[in-house]
Structure formats: structure tokens, C-alpha cells
């Protein structure tokens, strides 16, 4: 496995896969890896010659300077953990690397109202941080493949909207998110739960699953409702949101018939932690 933390030596090896028409996967990661992001890694290394994983804690898509500081740094264990599945390259750039003081790396597209709803509602500006870094790598790496984890399903849709319109050659492929035992989510964030805390945060999983239940009776909005009373009834869960919404566009399902797809996308809090999670129900 090779590491690399300047773009200009990740460029010159990369070189040589490009040349060779070598396809090249890319899994970009914000550290703290778990089994989700390795899951990326396998996809990547099963469908590329080159699978290159990026560790980069990304200031600008941070909304809140405290939520920046606290978020969880592993990078040893990430190595490790990196090496032993096999993945060929890790760039670990310093934030002077990704974002050189004169270089514009702002990336002016709309994004067809995508970044509006739920996350875009609730987290101001985190959008434009995203698009912004994975534009930024993605003209670093220049991957075939760009693997993302459905977990994060209106970053996904967001990351490939892009790619769309600037017409970058880069396919952008969903992966299935991958769960602890009690159907948590597995994400960096939940390394700041207790034990306890990680139990509780099942119930947001077990929310998603009753309302795949609830839309044979009730319309998109009182399943919506009824999902936020339910999380209610847990103390120590604090709802965000919890929106029925269509699988492409991202607004409100009117109804079950119209949208092809249907996503149930939902945020809530504990203690300090935020978590998202989402569960397609059509499509
Ligand atoms: P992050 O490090 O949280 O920015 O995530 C990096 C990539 O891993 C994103 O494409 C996420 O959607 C994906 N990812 C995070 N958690 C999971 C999970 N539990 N299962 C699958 N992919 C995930």
C-alpha cells in the first residue's frame, strides 16, 4: 500500500495506471474508518486495478466549528485497517494541499434544488462543501469509479448531479450501508455513543422499518408524523426530520403512485451526537 500526502507524487504514480488504461476506483472518506468505508474499498478494489481511498477531515463542509474539532481522528488504526483490505493507495493531504491559499476551488453549479431539503435544510452551506472537496479530488485522482455509501443518499445524488453536469468522466456507484448487529448505521460519529447510547440509536433504524410498514395505510405525511412521535417516545432521541421523499428529486413524496422511487430519509440527535440514516421504500 502506498501513502501519499503531496497531490503532485499521487499524480506521478497515478500516471501510470491512466496510461495503461488501468481503471482507478476512488473512495474519498473523512477517517475514523469502519467496516462502511471498507465496504466502498472491496467494491472498489473487485471493479478497478487501482482503488486510491482519501482520509481527509473536509473544514468546509462543517457548518459548526464544534462539530469540526470533535470530530473523531484514527488515522493509525485507518492504515491499518486500509492495509489489511488490500487497498492499493491512501492520499492523507494537509487542508494547505486540498485548499493552496490563490486557488479557487469553489464550484459554482446549482444543484436542481437537491441540496434544499433535509441535510441542505438543517446543515447551511454543507453541500457546497462537499461538492467543493470531491470536485477537488476528483480532478486530483481522476477515478473511473467513485464509490459512495447509500447512508449519505442526498450526498450521493448531490456528488453524481455534479458529475453530470460538469461532465467529468467519472462514474459515481452506490454502495449499501452497512450495519452494526442492531441495525445501527455504522458511522464515524457513533465512535462519540456510549454503549448505551449506541442501543438507543437502533430505534432510528427500527423507525425507517415501520414506516415501510406504515405507507400500506397512511398518506407520506402522517407516516412522516408518525415517525417523529415515534422517535419522540425514546428519551434521549431528539428528531431532526423525517421526510417520505422522491428518490430523485429529493422533494416531498406527493403519494406512493407518482414518484418511481421513494426514499425515507431521517436525522436525529443524541446527546450531542447527530446521525442520519435512510431506507429506499420504491425504486
Ligand atoms: P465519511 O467518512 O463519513 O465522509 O464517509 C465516506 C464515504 O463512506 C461516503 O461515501 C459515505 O456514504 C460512506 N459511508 C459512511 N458510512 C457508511 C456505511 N455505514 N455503509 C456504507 N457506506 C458508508
Redesign the pocket.
Known amino acids: 500500500m502506498y501513502l501519499f500526502k503531496k497531490i503532485s507524487t499521487l499524480i506521478r504514480f497515478l500516471e501510470s495506471y491512466r496510461n495503461k488504461n488501468r481503471p482507478i476506483g476512488f ?11 471498507l ?2 474499498v472491496r467494491q472498489s478494489l473487485e471493479a478497478t486495478q487501482c482503488t486510491v481511498c482519501s482520509i481527509f477531515v473536509n473544514p468546509t463542509q462543517f457548518n459548526e466549528a464544534s462539530d469540526l474539532e470533535k470530530y473523531p481522528r484514527t488515522p493509525a488504526k485507518d492504515l491499518t485497517m486500509l492495509y489489511k483490505a488490500g487497498c492499493d493507495v491512501v492520499f492523507m493531504p494537509a487542508p494547505e494541499e486540498v485548499y493552496p491559499p490563490g486557488l479557487d476551488t469553489s464550484v459554482n453549479i446549482g444543484f436542481a434544488g437537491l441540496d434544499h431539503p433535509m441535510e441542505g435544510r438543517f446543515r447551511p452551506g454543507h453541500f457546497q462543501g462537499v461538492a467543493q472537496v470531491v470536485k477537488r479530488l476528483l480532478d486530483i485522482v481522476e477515478p473511473d469509479k467513485l ?6 443518499y442526498q ?2 445524488l448531490i456528488v453524481r448531479h455534479m458529475a453530470r453536469v460538469l461532465s467529468l468522466p467519472t462514474e459515481v456507484v452506490m ?5 452494526e448487529k442492531n441495525g445501527l ?4 460519529r457513533n465512535q462519540r455513543l456510549s454503549p448505551e447510547q449506541r442501543e438507543l440509536a437502533a430505534a432510528l433504524r427500527q423507525t425507517l422499518q415501520k414506516a415501510a410498514k406504515w405507507i400500506r395505510k397512511y398518506p407520506p405525511r402522517e407516516v412522516e408524523q408518525k415517525a417523529i412521535q415515534a422517535l419522540r417516545q425514546y428519551p434521549g432521541i431528539e428528531p431532526e426530520y423525517f421526510q417520505l421523499a422522491d428518490g430523485a428529486t429529493l422533494q416531498p413524496a406527493p403519494d406512493y403512485e407518482n414518484p418511481d422511487s421513494i426514499v425515507a430519509c431521517a436525522a436525529i440527535w443524541i446527546g450531542g451526537v447527530r446521525l442520519i440514516d435512510n431506507m429506499i421504500l420504491k425504486g
Open positions: 473512495v474519498p472518506t473523512m477517517g475514523a474508518l469502519h467496516e462502511g468505508h465496504s466502498l464509490l459512495m455509501g447509500q447512508k449519505d450526498q450521493f454502495a449499501p450501508t452497512v450495519r448505521a455504522m458511522s464515524s
